[in-house]
């Protein structure tokens, strides 16, 4: 998920339905799991939740997911970016409507007119604004697309805020070779309002919040980003793939959680994204996945049980196909295609998919929700 450089797609790539014959799923031993990574959770505090802005090599993302009650997916990102001649702010709000329409655009501003708290906690650059409760450690973001189409949400946490170890996965070896620190909300409570067409309506639903910083992030080559809603459970896989090319010591990289019940039941870093069919892009010259597969593997944090999640579905409504250069200022698109050939983000938003949960091989629940996805391919290998 190449979430720092999400970005509106041009009226061409307008959403689609396509319809695909499902094929059976992969059986486990048949693809290979993530690298093994232990699987420690750790409580995120404010110093993993605030901007760091970094020297030159980095960008750096909030990004706040809705999921809301009317059928609506939704999302808003500030971004960070040292990677070209001169920092800058990229800020992006998507709305896409359940009858299929969507509205959206991407700004970019200079890193001067980022405004950042005392505590670097709470940013705003025009359009967009971030506050951060530190009592409540509630969100509120304010996004104004146009005089007709805004919005004002609060993320209220139904569960801590979490990172896996120190929050640091690595593109190689060490740190020099470049690095992804995440920190997670896998679910909040939505309250506010969403104004689009000039029509006000409530803004309830459920939330997904993280937070990341990418140095070198050519060193990727792919990502998959799952995250998965319904009133009281979620799933969220975060996953990365490092090129062969680069005789890294890292293959694969994935995060992943389940919440049930408004409780995080797991963190799992034993997990797999498999695209089980695939489509060429003729743009892009790449091939996004029409059946994708995922496997979460990991242990109860209360008791240490196995635990086991399964979710399979078919990509049909796909909402964006996404050229990230054509969107970029022109001196960072000049810095990125000098390491990155291609960038293209694909997403999807699917409704009642079912994920099948195993606790100690046993204790088998089936969980239903609407499930967002990103496939984001940096590269051609």
């Not at 993530?34 to 909030?62: N, Q, Y």
């Not at 896998?186 to 689009?196: D, E, F, N, R, W």
């Not at 062969?244 to 992943?256: E, T």
């Not at 606790?359 to 290998?381: Q, R, Y």
Request: glycine letters at 6%; a neutral charge; proline letters at 4%.
């Amino acid at each position: 998920m190449l979430s720092t450089w999400k970005s509106s797609s041009n009226s061409a790539n307008a959403a689609k339905k396509v319809i695909v014959a499902r094929k059976e799923d992969p059986q486990p031993g048949s693809y290979p799991l993530s690298d093994p990574v232990p699987a420690v959770k750790t409580v995120a505090t404010e110093d993993d939740i605030k901007w760091r802005c970094l020297a030159s090599g980095s960008t750096e993302t909030m990004t706040f997911y809705m999921t809301l009650d009317d059928g609506t997916m939704a999302f808003v990102q500030m971004a960070y970016s040292s990677l070209g001649l001169s920092p800058n702010v990229g800020l992006t709000c998507r709305f896409y409507q359940p009858d299929g329409q969507k509205h959206g655009k991407t700004f970019n501003q200079s890193a001067g007119a980022l405004k950042l708290s005392n505590n670097n906690l709470d940013a705003s650059c025009e359009p967009m604004s971030i506050q951060f409760d530190t009592a409540t450690r509630r969100f509120t973001v304010r996004f104004t697309l146009s005089s007709a189409i805004s919005m004002h949400v609060t993320f209220t946490p139904c569960v801590d805020f979490f990172k896996i170890g120190d929050g640091k996965s690595l593109f190689g070896k060490s740190e020099r070779d470049g690095f992804v620190q995440a920190c997670f909300l896998p679910k909040a409570m939505l309250s506010g309002t969403v104004t689009v067409a000039g029509v006000a309506r409530p803004a309830t639903g459920s939330g997904l919040f993280h937070h990341a910083i990418q140095m070198k992030p050519q060193n990727a080559c792919k990502w998959n980003f799952v995250n998965f809603q319904n009133a009281t459970d979620a799933l969220m896989l975060y996953e990365f793939e490092v090129p062969a090319k680069n005789m890294s010591d890292v293959n694969i990289v994935s995060q992943g959680c389940f919440v049930h019940k408004g409780r995080l039941i797991a963190v799992t870093t034993s997990n797999r994204a498999v695209h089980v069919q695939r489509v060429k892009d003729e743009a892009s010259g790449y091939e996004y996945p029409s059946q994708l597969f995922i496997s979460w593997n990991g242990t109860r944090l209360d008791d240490g049980a196995d635990v086991k999640i399964e979710l399979s579905m078919l990509l049909s409504n796909k909402l964006d196909t996404i050229d990230v250069l054509a969107e970029l200022p022109y001196l960072l698109r000049k810095f990125i295609q000098t390491f990155i050939t291609a960038p293209f983000l694909f997403s999807w938003f699917e409704k009642g998919v079912k994920a099948t949960v195993s606790i100690n091989g046993e204790e088998d629940m089936h969980i239903d929700g609407d499930a967002f996805v990103e496939s984001t391919f940096l590269c051609k290998e």
